[in-house]
Antibody
Framework: EVQLVESGGGLVKPGGSLRLSCAASGFTFSSYSMNWVRQAPGKGLEWVSSISSSSSYIYYADSVKGRFTISRDNAKNSLYLQMNSLRAEDTAVYYC?????????????WGQGTLVTVSS | SSELTQDPAVSVALGQTVRITCQGDSLRSYYASWYQQKPGQAPVLVIYGKNNRPSGIPDRFSGSSSGNTASLTITGAQAEDEADYYCNSRDSSGNHHVVFGGGTKLTVL
């Protein structure tokens, strides 16, 4: 069974940093592109970042470029999101999501999310 | 960047058919995927590609596309289909970004 479990969320002050993790199991992690998608309270889904299976290709939404860094450790079956210079508008539930094999924007499995709150 | 536009809310009588639409320039080049999200839960993929359903998704869910509009159709809506529905696709500007629609709240009456 495919499982994605996020962790690392919490309360952080504006300008602070946080590192999210996503532990993957039930599939060959190293064969899949992975993404982070966020959802502000009461709002819609917003794509944050993507990373290819071997980390060769990395992309960011304009809203986080230069502040967030996506990475992965295929040996540990883990995906990460380093978030720096956090702003109030970064407050959201952050989901890690797997890209369907052979697809580019179809997310076939999602974690349950981890809440990041940026507030003083 | 590209945008995908969805109606904020749609309602359907129990057992009837409802179509949820998603409009955007990128849909002229790329298929949309559709996700169902119930309160407090993570999104679930329901339709992708031309008209593909993941395992476990009822066949009352179907997808179609024409021009710049993608549609998700639920034929014989059930009470458990009440949820938010989001479309997504690839940004058409060539920057490999992903775009989501704003979401449609489906109410089953």
């Amino acid at each position: 069974e495919v499982q994605l479990v996020e962790s690392g969320g919490g309360l952080v002050k504006p300008g602070g940093s946080l590192r999210l993790s996503c532990a993957a199991s039930g599939f060959t992690f190293s064969s899949y592109s992975m993404n982070w998608v966020r959802q502000a309270p009461g709002k819609g889904l917003e794509w944050v970042s993507s990373i290819s299976s071997s980390s060769s290709y990395i992309y960011y939404a304009d809203s986080v470029k230069g502040r967030f860094t996506i990475s992965r450790d295929n040996a540990k079956n883990s995906l990460y999101l380093q978030m720096n210079s956090l702003r109030a508008e970064d407050t959201a539930v952050y989901y890690c999501a797997r890209i369907l094999s052979g697809a580019t924007t179809t997310f076939d499995y999602w974690g349950q999310g981890t809440l990041v709150t940026v507030s003083s | 960047s590209s945008e995908l536009t969805q109606d904020p809310a749609v309602s359907v009588a129990l057992g009837q058919t409802v179509r949820i639409t998603c409009q955007g320039d990128s849909l002229r080049s790329y298929y949309a995927s559709w996700y169902q999200q119930k309160p407090g839960q993570a999104p679930v993929l329901v339709i992708y590609g031309k008209n593909n359903r993941p395992s476990g998704i009822p066949d009352r869910f179907s997808g179609s596309s024409s021009g710049n509009t993608a549609s998700l159709t639920i034929t014989g809506a059930q009470a458990e289909d009440e949820a938010d529905y989001y479309c997504n696709s690839r940004d058409s500007s060539g920057n490999h970004h992903v775009v989501f629609g704003g979401g449609t709240k489906l109410t089953v009456l």
